[in-house]
């Protein structure tokens, strides 16, 4: 074979790799849950990387380090393909095994979807062989067996296809490159015009009953880039060991199954879950334990669910449950102690700022449980299983805290890093305690020397940040402005700094600026 031959057998791979790729994907969008083997093998690499790593990747790129993960993982399939296809070429004669060959594709096309179909992550692996090979088996196809000609119209009797190839391989790698596109620009398409049946359109319980809502608190000072106290749904932080794809679960078939040490195990359907209990709404602020000191992974908005006490009572706890278990539909599970599952605020939760809850928050329902961190409000909630031990979440397992108490924390907004300012002008920012309150802020200007207290918000509920501010001293120079927060039972901002890694980030936040 000429090495002009071995790099088209290369090429046909990894294209119809890609395409096979492209094809599983959109499948996704028509079917609603079709496993992306890609996605499982992004998802074992997180899962096999040490926990601190992990985070400390994804809370520096945030996003960036999915995208990243995503380039490297599908440059790896796709070259697998490559790899694949070559070896396949070797490995057999001409086109009189192409029968054998296009038999076998077809099998291993057939088992591939099999295992796409029923098998999330663990089989992702054997996913990615069996698409390889199969990618390598279509590419030899291709290069083999006339019927194939559609895909290379310039393929004509008495012209191997490896000489038309040869004359038209510029071509057939826009074409193939194209046909890949087009699949994943079809799959949007129709993905869009799914997204119509999404949780934006769901309507959900309470919408037409009017919740207590504190009244806005006008003697605070209004100043611009300030940090908004609710955050809109679509600016709401997230975060979830799901690499590409958010799960979509159907809510219609969807079903919240609660068991374990319960007297009568049960389940509710998502209308059920809206009707069968007392329908309650709740602000809460919701940080991740990975957040850094300043870091933006923390919003607040307002919560609508019912009480998961209600939810489990109908049950009937059995003696001796210790732990209650969260289960989702992606595979991530956590627990909370029983004393934390039956407070009032401790909800499962169906809406989120007046609608259905966003997808990337959990649809069709999710926990909410304040005074822990995000990691253990479990979304896209499948089951609530009573335990007689100690349970060991996705991340307890990876080695963080088990009790993931929100610390007292406090996060300066205004002015940013760097900036000059003339006076008068002021600072401002959030402070948070979890369930505890926020008391008091105070803010030093003098890189920690002294401290002076802040004004604060009037607090929506003892559940939220709070919203701060306090005049800039006069004198001009570089400034550098700490803030700390004190809590209702009076616990004071820890101020040694600590990675977020087990417990969660402590330390001032801090900013340095320029007065005019
Ligand atoms: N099913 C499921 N629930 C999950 C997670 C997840 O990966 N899967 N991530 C947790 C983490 S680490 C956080 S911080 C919060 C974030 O919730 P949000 O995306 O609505 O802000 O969800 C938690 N619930
Ligand atoms: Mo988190």
Same mark, same amino acid.
């Given at each position: 074979m000429t090495s002009g031959g071995g790099r088209r057998v290369l090429v046909l791979g990894g294209v119809s790799m890609a395409i096979a790729l492209a094809m599983t994907y959109a499948g996704g969008f028509l079917l609603g849950r079709v496993p992306y083997p890609p996605a499982g093998l992004a998802a074992i690499i997180i899962r096999s990387t040490p926990g601190d790593l992990v985070t400390a990747f994804i809370e520096r790129l945030q996003h960036w380090a999915m995208i990243l993960l995503g380039v490297l993982v599908h440059a790896g399939v796709i070259g697998l393909g490559a790899i694949m296809s070559s070896v396949v070429h070797r490995a057999e004669g001409p086109s009189r095994k192409a029968r054998r060959a296009l038999a076998s594709a077809a099998l291993l096309l057939v088992l591939a979807s099999g295992f796409a179909l029923l098998a999330p992550e663990a089989f992702s692996i054997s996913a990615i062989a069996v698409y390889a090979i199969s990618a390598a088996v279509f590419a030899r196809l291709v290069a083999e067996v006339p019927l194939l000609s559609v895909l290379d119209p310039e393929l004509r009797a008495g012209q191997t296809p490896l000489d038309a190839m040869r004359s038209s391989r510029r071509r057939f790698i826009v074409r193939g490159l194209g046909a890949a596109g087009g699949l994943v620009l079809g799959g949007l398409a129709v993905s869009r015009f799914l997204s119509? *049946? =999404?949780?934006?359109?769901v309507s959900i319980a309470g919408a037409d009953e009017k919740f207590v809502r504190p009244p806005d608190d006008t003697d605070f000072p209004k100043l611009e880039g300030m940090t908004p106290e609710i955050t809109s749904n679509d600016a709401f932080y997230t975060v979830d060991i799901n690499p590409f794809s958010k799960p979509s679960v159907d809510h219609e078939t969807w079903k919240l199954e609660v068991s374990g040490e319960v007297n009568t195990p049960y389940s509710l359907t998502y209308r059920e879950l809206q009707e069968d209990f007392e329908v309650v709404e709740m602000v809460h602020t919701l940080t991740c334990? =990975?957040? &850094? +000191?300043?870091?933006? /992974?923390i919003s607040t908005a307002v919560w609508r669910g019912v009480r998961l006490k209600d939810v489990l009572e109908r049950a009937g706890l059995a003696e001796g449950v210790i732990d209650i278990v969260f289960r989702a539909s992606e595979g991530y599970s956590d627990s909370i102690p029983l004393a934390k599952a039956i407070e009032d605020t401790t909800l499962v939760v169906f809406g989120m700022n007046g609608v259905a809850l966003p997808r990337s928050h959990g649809f069709p329902a999710r926990i909410i449980v304040p005074?822990?961190?995000? @990691? *253990?409000? +479990? *979304?896209? /909630?499948t089951k609530i299983e009573a335990v007689n031990h100690d349970y060991q979440g996705y991340w307890m397992v990876r080695g963080w805290s088990d009790l993931a108490r929100v610390k007292t924390q406090s996060r300066i907004d205004v002015p940013s890093d760097g900036r000059s300012v003339g006076l008068p002008a002021m600072l401002g920012g959030i402070a948070w305690a979890g369930d505890r309150g926020v008391k008091q802020v105070e803010v030093s200007q003098d890189g920690g020397k002294s401290w002076s207290p802040a004004v604060l918000k009037? &607090? @929506? =509920? &003892? /559940?939220t940040w709070r919203l701060w501010a306090a005049e800039i001293e006069p004198g001009k120079g570089t400034r550098r402005v700490l803030v700390r927060a004190m809590d209702k039972e009076g616990e004071v901002q820890e101020s040694r700094t600590t990675r977020p890694h087990p417990n969660g980030a402590s330390g001032y936040d801090a900013v340095v600026f320029e007065v005019e």
């Open positions: 119509r *049946k =999404s949780p934006m359109n334990i =990975s957040n &850094e +000191v300043g870091g933006d /992974l005074g822990i961190y995000g @990691m *253990k409000n +479990v *979304k896209w /909630l009037r &607090e @929506m =509920s &003892e /559940l």
